[in-house]
């Protein structure tokens, strides 16, 4: 590395600058547990010393990669011996709740849950939610516009931001923290960070909007008999409830009856026969109400052929149970080891022909191939996993074509929501046109010219 441990103890103590081991010891990538490589870890704990890091960095010409909790799935956090990793682990704090103008501010290294909890206690909601709350952190969130599970109601995590505060390229601290709904004066210059996964500054506060409550939760799963009836529920449900719509989650057969039947790890509440299974979920404030405009939306849809079977939750535990089939990543991912993942957007109504497609595809080439399918119907986005028997880097390539060439006739995208990293590079032009990677790399040249920040992920 250029810079000089010496250096980076000065500014946050020499206890919380990590070399040798103790970097190798941390894992960059849940899913292949691969060890950190970066030359350090330094952890700083403000805005102030992320600052003093990156003045540091600059004068030596030394490149970063931001770390948060690590949940990313397209190696956007690797680092390389040369690189310095700046982690912003003790950066947790909750700084201000205003109950009043719904908003929570926060530093970036807080956990996703501990936002909500913290949101809860005053009897307001942060809305993002995914499987990995327990471990994702906002900063992270920020960096790769996180989707989850109630995008359908409340929107990405764009839509949760109101304001930041970043550290650029070469230390200087571009603090927006707008508290307001409506801000015109300018550009909104928060939108730069949103999403550009490190790569044009690194994200240490936020402003979060908050929601209010929604005590009523109603849940069900429910099974459709084709993709058509599956489409016109969503439709349905949508019209139905009139807004208190929350979730909208589809597994197709192979991803519901791998998880409850093959591999035994959930008690399938419905037969696993049928073709299609969603999670709906109603958000509301009046539990009788709802309760009720909820179970005869399942009643009208059952009588008009769109669903076949349904179980409502009567309970908390009942709940869980629904919502741990579909997130049970970890039961996914050995069940089908080694697994290729892959995270596409595109039409609705093409859906299914593209997955139809892809499995002959798969099977054709490799007559064992497993594809598992689940995803944000209503988002437009699908989750797909692919077992073929190896995982090596020719053989991923190979499967990559296959989920992604299609794509760009169809108008849809590489990356719903996991962003793009290094694993995606090479097909982001399959989904940008020369003119917007133009545009993104002039964003780069202008914001950090010496490419110091997360190099060589995204472009």
């Keep these: 590395m250029q810079i000089t441990l010496e250096a980076l103890r000065a500014i946050v103590g020499p206890a919380h600058v990590l070399t040798g081991d103790d970097v190798h010891s941390r894992r960059v990538d849940w899913m292949t547990g691969a060890p950190c490589q970066a030359g350090a870890i330094v952890r700083p704990a403000d805005t102030e010393q992320v600052a003093a890091v990156m003045r540091a960095c600059h004068e030596v010409q030394q490149p970063v990669v931001t770390h948060g909790g690590l949940t990313g799935l397209v190696h956007g956090a690797e680092a390389s011996p040369n690189e310095l990793v700046i982690s912003l682990e003790r950066m947790t704090a909750i700084e ?11 530093q970036a290294g807080a956990p996703l849950q501990r936002v909500q909890e913290a949101a809860k206690e005053v009897g307001l909601q942060f809305p993002l939610d995914l499987g990995a709350r327990g471990s994702c952190t906002i900063g992270g ?8 599970v109630r995008v359908i109601r409340y929107g990405m995590m764009r839509q949760q931001v109101l304001g930041l505060e970043a550290v650029m390229a070469d230390g200087r601290v571009v603090s927006s923290l707008n508290r307001m709904l409506k801000n015109n004066a300018g550009f909104d210059l928060k939108q730069l960070f949103i999403g550009s996964e490190g790569t044009l500054g690194i994200v240490t506060r936020a402003v979060l909007r908050l929601q209010p409550p929604t005590p009523s939760e109603q849940t069900a799963l429910v099974a459709c008999p084709s993709f058509e009836a599956l489409t016109g529920l969503l439709s349905h449900m949508g019209k139905a409830l009139g807004g208190s719509l929350g979730a909208f989650e589809v597994m197709w057969q192979n991803h519901y009856r791998l998880l409850t039947e093959t591999l035994d790890r959930h008690t399938p509440p419905i037969a696993t026969e049928h073709p299609f299974y969603v999670i ?22 059952l009588e008009n052929e769109l669903i076949v079977d349904a179980v409502i939750a009567q309970s908390t535990t009942q709940r869980d149970g629904l919502w741990a089939i579909r997130e049970d990543i970890e039961g996914l991912v050995k ?4 697994v290729l993942t892959f995270d596409v957007s ?32 209503g988002d437009g986005n699908l989750h797909i996993s692919v077992s073929v028997g190896s995982a090596e880097v020719e053989v991923r390539r190979e499967v990559e074509a296959m989920v992604y060439q299609p794509l760009a006739a169809l108008g849809g995208s ?40 997360n190099p060589g992920k995204v472009l």
């Excluded at 405009?293 to 009208?300: C, D, V």
């Excluded at 290094?422 to 993104?440: G, Q, Y």
Aim: charged share 20%; hydrophobic share 40%.
């Design 414 to 453: 590489v990356s719903a929501e996991h962003g793009i990293g290094l694993e995606k590079r090479p097909w982001l032009s399959t989904c940008r046109s020369s003119a917007e990677i133009a545009l993104m790399q002039s964003l780069k040249q202008a914001l950090d010219p010496l490419n110091l920040l």
């Design 346 to 377: 595109l039409p609705i109504a093409d859906m299914q022909r593209y997955t139809d497609a892809l499995e002959a595809q798969l099977t054709q080439r490799w007559p064992e191939a497993r594809l598992v399918v689940f995803g944000h119907l």
């Design 96 to 106: 201000e709740i205003d109950q009043v103008g719904g908003t929570l501010t926060v």
């Design 335 to 338: 069940g089908m080891a080694p």
């Design 280 to 301: 709906i979920e109603s958000l509301g404030s009046d539990a009788e109400r709802n309760a009720t405009q909820f179970s005869e939306a399942l009643e009208s849809a």
């Design 141 to 148: 969130n920020i960096a790769t516009n996180a989707g989850g």
